[in-house]
């Protein structure tokens, strides 16, 4: 196989490109700027938005994996979300023609309501409008690649963490705070939570056996915030947060940690969008399809968190003197 991958710098691509070396495929890279960790694969500089980069970059390939995308907690941020998550999407396909595309969609992509019956890939698509931007642009990016005429299969994860986060996404940020020790407090809610080895080599199966046409939800076990911080803490030999934020409290005080993290230039770990996700989360998330059709299977989230903070370690991310137990 000669892939090509979006997103490539990205936790999730970074990932994917990790099972493709190891399976020994061909792999180009579409980056935006440097990526030195991607090794072992043609690395070229594009972006979804510029058609003549994506024509360039199909040329010769046989699988488009497309993992680039906008993930927002913050609303529209001007236009940005959709601008990438629907209008990329497009380019994407105009410029794949006829090769085989798996699209990374997210469970976002899904309304979660009813919260107490499970969700599956039958379940509605989120394009209300009281459904988050994020959401919707997902929802609607999904449409247009389920309307191709040609060979297409999408895969939509759950909230992915685990090992090769050198961007730190948010949830790697939360994280990394248990495993140093600088998490103060947790907000309520939880949500499904799966290791990105997991997703990609569930992306990997579909590339290989996935259905034309088909959805597979991904993902790994419900677990809440409070326990999760608690498993991190623990693998980092360290005592968890004491203190579980009331949601009230936690609505009232996201904005004001919003304007300190843009005051700061830094990413806002939870803001009033994020709490309300983990706080109407659904926690019966049916993933049967993906382990029928593509052997697809989760590892416990303990293995995940041990690896985690290993990478961590190991990429000098952690604090001295902290060592995973």
């Known amino acids: 196989m000669h892939a090509l991958v979006t997103g490539a710098s ?14 020994g495929h061909r792999v180009r890279a579409l980056v935006r700027g440097d990526a030195p960790w991607l ?28 993992l680039a995308g906008v993930i927002s907690v913050v609303g529209e941020r001007g236009g940005l979300v959709r601008r990438v998550n629907v209008e990329g999407t497009r380019n994407v396909l105009a410029a794949a023609g006829m090769r085989r595309i798996v699209h990374m969609a997210s469970i976002h992509a899904f309304r979660q309501d009813p919260v107490n019956a499970p969700l599956d890939e039958t379940r509605p698509l989120a394009d209300r409008p009281e459904d988050h931007a994020y959401d919707r642009s997902k929802a609607e990016a999904m449409r247009l690649v389920l309307q191709r005429a040609a060979d297409t299969v999408v895969v939509a994860p759950t909230a992915v963490i685990g090992p090769y986060d050198w961007r730190r996404s948010r ?8 495993f140093n020790g600088r998490l103060p407090a947790v907000v309520p809610g939880g949500y499904d939570w799966v290791d990105a080895r997991d997703v990609a080599e569930g992306t990997l199966a579909a590339a290989e056996r996935g259905r034309p046409g088909e959805v597979y939800l991904l993902g790994g076990a419900w677990t809440s915030v409070r326990a999760l911080a608690e498993q991190a ?13 009331p949601a009230w409290l936690a609505r009232s005080a996201a904005p004001l940690g919003v304007a300190w993290a843009h005051l700061r230039g830094t990413e806002p770990i939870f803001t009033p969008e994020s709490i309300r996700v983990l706080a109407t989360s659904n926690p019966h998330i049916d993933y049967g399809k993906a382990k029928r059709d593509l052997g697809y299977s989760a590892r416990p989230l303990a293995a995940t968190l041990e690896d985690t903070c290993r990478w961590f370690r190991e990429a000098g991310r952690l604090a001295p003197g902290t060592e995973p137990l």
């Open 233 to 245: 803490a623990r693998v980092a030999g360290l005592g968890a947060p004491r203190w579980t934020c």
């Open 10 to 23: 990205g936790h999730l691509g970074t990932n994917l490109i990790h099972r493709l070396v190891a399976r």
């Open 39 to 66: 090794g072992g694969v043609e690395r070229v500089q594009g972006d979804v938005l510029d058609p003549a980069s994506l024509e360039k970059a199909v040329a010769g390939v046989d699988v488009v994996f497309h």
């Open 171 to 178: 949830m790697g940020a939360v994280l990394l705070a248990c």
